[in-house]
């Protein structure tokens, strides 16, 4: 063999070492520790998202540990940059990796359809804080996660209606324009929204539009809802692309309320939209600092960032699993069984309690008004 | 054994090859394909992948990359023209899998011919009218056709959209052989079957009429013409044995990841299958099989670097680039293409 | 499902210039750099999302507007508005000689193939895109609004709004220098000289690696130009804008003919009209598909696009 090639030979090989001990970290099982995981999108375009929820998760398990002595708890970063295919590829390991006994997550439902085959093969409980679509728990449909999908908030069917109702209140005879931004998420929840406007006494439907969400030239859609003669215009998709849009809205001279879902809940929305957002109606869920100040104070000096959305769901998802290992629910079934029969109490006060099919029986979406550069609790929409 | 300023794996492993004879030949080959069958066995080696799990990256992405970098190999590599809308075949496959799947009852195998008809008939479709364009008119018609296919699935109700198709059915078991979600050895023996048999039907041709074709118009497109090549008709026929393979990969795809959706297929899988085809050594079969299994195999294995994983796989492409050119195992000397300067297009 | 159309035609048409101005400095990254290396410069796109990081972190950082904050009047404005756009050329111009460096320039000089460089352009791009996903934590980044958005006039129930106007004949302006620079000044004869013919500019004495370091200096800085246009007509910015805008760009080229500068005009004017007729029309999500078919026919029946890619008098 030739010298070149042998020196050759032995980098590759000193590489791949390198490699291997990079990662030496896994399983010390230690009578005392226990593994939870979080899957969301940790990197890529919705990151922020993803490391929001994962913030909150750490939180909970840092209470815990510091609640009860002797606990060490790991929480496992599954990164599926909220993409189904990635999704597909992180979950085996996750669903054979026997250590790891639930999962919060995963964020998306996209992401949830494509990792629920593992799981449900390694009978691993899921408790999502944020996919919202509503076949996930229908059992009559493909992507059915039942029994080890469960989510602690409200799905799409519910947001629509009151996302529809909220939009709307105040407007007398509503001309509402409703649009997407062509993702698994928004498309369904536009359907929603428009089946929820039909029970609105007055509303009518004038138009729609789907907006890919990479654009950021919406001035056909302002040209269609001006000819459309709109009064009040829902938007279901992120609230990036909600700030580029509702600015052009106003700068062409048009006054017609404004309201997103929970995609664009987020108080990055008026900070984006500056002048703009002013009076926008958001629905959505409330975050720890809906709750109390000193919760999300308390966050703040722990986590060292603020709590973002879905926190709430997050932590509470958590809670629910870490439960479980303090009454002694180390295996996976007995998890999963654990988790079937919960019943406990969500930091925001309400009952948490799974139907069988993994859907919690609350789930109110709260309507939030933009004032002052700041997306204010309204209440729930009733 | 002259080497020149840098190693080169490829002739050396081509030398080795050459001097064997045929008993010789047949055993390496038997012995390189069972060492590649135990692959999903070293699962508990340097190899293990820190969060996704060992033998699915083995078939996705690390199988089905090299599959379809074969696959695109035949267009780019074997006959030069630059392809940037490869996914769409493998998107047609897909959704030709999981649509007769979830509808008809038909299983993986049985589906297997019409995804590869689909992806060929898609393939002769937009090669005819598109194929008399060079260079990089024809490299954006391709994106283009990409894009399309990709918008027309998310925007059509058929295809439920962008909620994607769930449920898609496994392959039925072969024999003792079954497949399984959290032991996905079977699809990895699938995988490296298509792939060899892919690399067969490559080195058939290769030495044939349409290889020694594809390589006329690779070289000089016009000479080739000129000395009554029909070229069209071959660079349709490269076209269409790329999308024959894009389309198989698709079918495997669908059925091994039982849930499709359009944002699945973008622009970006096209570009990392060209990737693949580059880095590796492009028109050489070994080199794109080893670029594709570093290209595929490299972001799960470096997820303990979670963050900056795609900031180092850009860096390496750019790196590997600029210091082989040629890419890790180049093809042999004589069938680079004569680096002719067009002065005026 | 032409109401629309109908109705808001005027509005339409300006947003579509606006907009078409925008691809226009763009196209030009990519035309010049096609018409001197005869490659596509992959990573304009990127070079372009730096660009519009540019404007926003002089209004934010240098000037410390606000989201809150008033926007600026007379010779303030100007000086803000010039201000970044010097700052959003510059880093875009720099990024673009960045990229000539790490990503062409050894692969250049080695005279390999075509195929390396381009793999190398997608691999720069990405680090290039990485990099700015991680110093923004992946998160949108808006810009505070510097200039006012004053409905200047009505025509034909259409609002004529500043900045649009400002857009449209700064873009103009911007355009009209770089084909000057490129018609008539000496660099510029040798950047068409290496476009025409490589060999016999290297023996007329042209220094190659200089005027190729200089082709993606000036497409950068038009790259950059539209930046900043972006941001003053958007107020928005993130770490993956780059793509769907250098795409349209890109497209825009081609349908003017590649390495064709005045192509890339008539190219991205076209391509910003085309996108907001046909969304009107056929619901923004056929806007892409639409704009590659209409490529696709422009190509089969002009293969070298609307413009030709010979014109030799105006070639980059």
Redesign the interface.
């Known amino acids: 063999m ?1 010298k ?2 042998k020196q ?1 030979l032995a980098i590759v090989t000193a590489a ?2 390198a ?2 001990l ?2 030496v ?1 896994t399983a010390s099982a230690a009578t005392k520790t226990f593994s939870i995981a979080y899957q969301g999108p ?2 890529g375009g919705e990151a922020s998202t993803g490391i929001d929820e994962q913030n909150a998760v750490k939180y909970a398990a840092k209470l815990f540990m510091a609640a009860n002595k002797g606990y060490t708890i790991k929480v ?4 599926d940059q909220g ?3 990635v999704a ?3 979950a ?5 990796n026997k250590n790891i006994l639930g999962v919060v997550g995963p964020a998306y439902s ?1 992401a949830t ?2 990792s ?3 799981y449900k ?2 009978g691993l409980a899921l408790i999502s804080p944020s996919a919202t ?1 509503v ?1 996930l728990t229908d059992p009559t ?3 059915f996660g039942g029994p080890v999908f469960h989510r602690v908030v409200g799905k799409d069917d519910l947001q629509g209606p009151a996302l529809a109702k909220y939009a709307t209140a105040g407007v007398s005879n509503a001309k509402v324009f409703v649009f997407d931004d ?3 998420y ?3 929840l536009r359907g929603f929204v428009e089946a929820g406007l039909k029970k609105v006494a007055g509303a009518t439907l004038v138009g729609g539009d ?1 907006v890919p969400n990479t654009t950021t030239d919406f001035s056909p859609t302002v040209a269609k809802i001006k000819t459309s003669g709109a009064t009040v215009v829902i938007y279901t998709g992120y609230y990036s692309q909600a700030a580029v849009f509702i600015k052009q809205l106003r700068d062409s001279g048009s006054t017609a309320v404004f309201a997103g879902g929970d995609g664009v809940f987020n108080q990055e929305f008026p900070k984006l939209a500056g002048a703009a957002a002013e009076g926008s109606k958001v629905t959505g869920v409330g975050g720890l600092a809906g709750i109390s100040a000193k919760l999300e104070a308390d966050f703040k000096k722990k986590m060292g960032v603020s709590s973002g959305v879905y926190s709430v769901e997050a932590f509470d998802a958590a809670n629910i699993f870490l439960s479980g290992i303090k009454a002694g629910k180390t295996t996976r079934a007995a998890m999963l069984k654990y988790v079937n029969a919960y019943s406990g109490k969500s930091i925001s006060g309400n009952t948490i309690k799974f139907n069988k099919n993994g859907d919690i029986s609350y789930g109110l979406f709260a309507g939030f008004t933009s004032k002052n550069g700041v997306l204010v609790n309204t209440g729930i929409v009733k | ?1 002259k ?1 020149r300023n840098y ?1 080169n ?1 490829r002739d ?1 492993g081509a030398g080795i090859w050459e001097r064997a004879n045929r008993p010789k030949r047949i055993a390496i080959a038997l012995t390189s394909i069972f060492l590649v069958g135990l692959l999903p066995f070293a699962g508990a ?2 190899l ?10 083995l078939v ?2 690390v199988g089905i990359f090299v599959l379809m970098a074969l696959g695109l190999n035949i267009v ?1 590599g074997k006959s030069g023209m ?1 392809d940037l809308g490869y996914v769409a075949f493998f998107a047609i496959g897909a959704y030709t899998m999981a649509l007769m799947g ?1 509808h008809t009852g038909l299983n993986t195998w049985e589906i297997m011919p019409f995804g590869i008809g689909f992806a060929m008939l898609a393939g002769v479709l937009l090669g005819l ?2 194929l ?2 060079r260079g ?2 024809l ?3 391709t994106l ?2 990409g ?2 296919v990709r ?2 699935v ?2 059509s109700s058929w295809s439920k ?7 898609v059915p496994m392959p039925p078991d072969i024999g003792p052989l079954k497949f ?3 032991d ?1 050895k079977v699809f990895f023996w699938v995988v490296v079957t298509m792939i060899l048999l892919t690399i067969w039907m490559i080195r058939r041709l290769s030495v044939r009429r349409p290889g020694r074709a594809w390589e006329a118009i690779r070289q000089d497109e016009d000479a080739a013409e000129l000395m009554g090549v029909p070229t069209l008709k071959y660079k349709i026929w490269s076209f269409t044995l790329g999308a024959a393979v894009g389309g198989a990969a698709g079918v495997l795809y669908a059925s091994k ?5 359009p ?2 297929f973008t622009l970006n899988v096209s ?1 990392l299958i ?2 693949c085809v ?2 590796g050594g ?1 028109g050489n079969i070994w080199g794109v099989v080893v670029g594709a299994t570093i290209l595929g195999y490299l972001p ?5 670097i ?6 180092v ?6 790196v590997v ?2 210091f082989r ?3 890790l195992l180049p093809r042999k000397k004589r069938e680079k ?1 004569i ?1 002719k ?5 | 499902m032409f109401s629309v159309l109908i109705d808001q035609f005027w509005s339409l048409t300006i947003a579509g210039i606006a907009l078409g101005f925008i691809y226009v400095l763009i196209s030009l990254g990519y035309t010049m750099v ?1 018409g001197v290396l ?1 490659m ?1 410069n992959f990573a304009n796109s990127e070079i372009f999302m730096w660009g519009t990081f540019g404007t926003v972190v002089t209004n934010r950082d240098i000037f410390h507007y606000t989201q809150t904050s008033e926007p600026a009047h007379g010779f303030k404005l100007a000086l803000v508005l010039i201000t970044s756009l010097l700052m959003s050329m510059l880093v875009a111009g720099l990024t673009a000689v960045f990229v000539e460096f ?2 062409y320039r ?2 250049r000089m ?4 075509r ?6 352009a ?10 700015m996903r ?1 110093l923004t934590s992946s998160r949108p980044v808006g810009s505070p609004r510097v200039l006012e958005k004053i409905i200047l006039t009505e025509v034909w129930g259409a609002n004529i709004r500043l900045d649009t106007v400002i857009t449209i004949i700064a873009a103009a302006i911007i355009f009209f220098i770089l084909e000057r620079f490129i018609k008539l000044s000496r660099m510029g004869k040798a950047i068409r000289a290496v476009s ?4 016999a500019a290297k023996l007329m004495g042209v220094n190659l690696n200089r005027v190729i370091t200089t082709t993606f200096l000036v497409g950068g800085l038009a790259t950059g130009a539209a930046g900043f246009f972006y941001i003053t007509v958007f107020e928005y910015t993130k770490f993956n804008i780059g793509f769907t805008m250098g795409m349209a760009a ?2 825009a080229a ?1 349908l003017g003919g ?2 064709n500068i005045r192509g890339a005009f008539f190219g991205g004017l076209t391509l910003g009209l085309l996108e907001v007729y046909a969304s009107a029309i056929l619901g923004t ?2 806007k ?2 639409t704009v ?2 209409v ?2 026919l422009v ?2 029946f002009k ?2 696009g609307l413009f030709g ?2 014109v ?1 008098t105006t070639r980059a």
Do not use: C, H
């Not at chain 2, 959209?161 to 449920?167: E, K, L, Q, S, T």
């Not at chain 2, 990841?257 to 959706?261: S, V």
């Not at chain 2, 799960?300 to 303990?304: K, S």
């Not at chain 2, 796989?313 to 750019?318: A, D």
């Open positions: 030739n070149k090639i050759s791949a070492l490699f291997g990079g990662s970290s940790l990197s496992v970063s599954v990164d993409d189904p295919a597909s590829t992180v085996p390991g996750i669903g054979a996209g359809i494509a629920l085959p593992y093969a390694g679509r076949s449909s493909p992507d062509q993702s698994a928004a498309v369904p789907s | 054994m080497i190693w794996l050396w080696s340097f293990a992948t820190p969060i996704a799990a060992y033998d699915a990256v996705y992405p780019v630059l979830t009218p598109t008399r364009l990089d008119y490299a954006i018609v283009g056709f894009e399309i918008l027309v998310l925007n959209g962008p909620n994607g198709i769930a449920n399984k979600l959290d996905q990841n039982l849930f499709i959706a944002e699945m570009i060209l990737s580059v880095f492009i799960d294995r470096i997820r303990f979670s963050d900056a994983r795609l900031l796989f850009g860096t390496v492409l750019v680039m600029n050119p040629d890419g293409a680096v300067k067009e002065v005026n297009a | 096609y005869r596509i790490v990503a050894r692969l080695k005279g390999t193939n195929l390396a460089t381009l793999i190398s997608i691999g720069i791009s990405i680090a290039l895109q990485e990099v991680l025409q013919n490589e060999d890109f497209t081609v590649i390495g999500q056929w892409a598909v590659f078919i490529l696709v190509l089969l293969p070298n890619e010979a030799q």
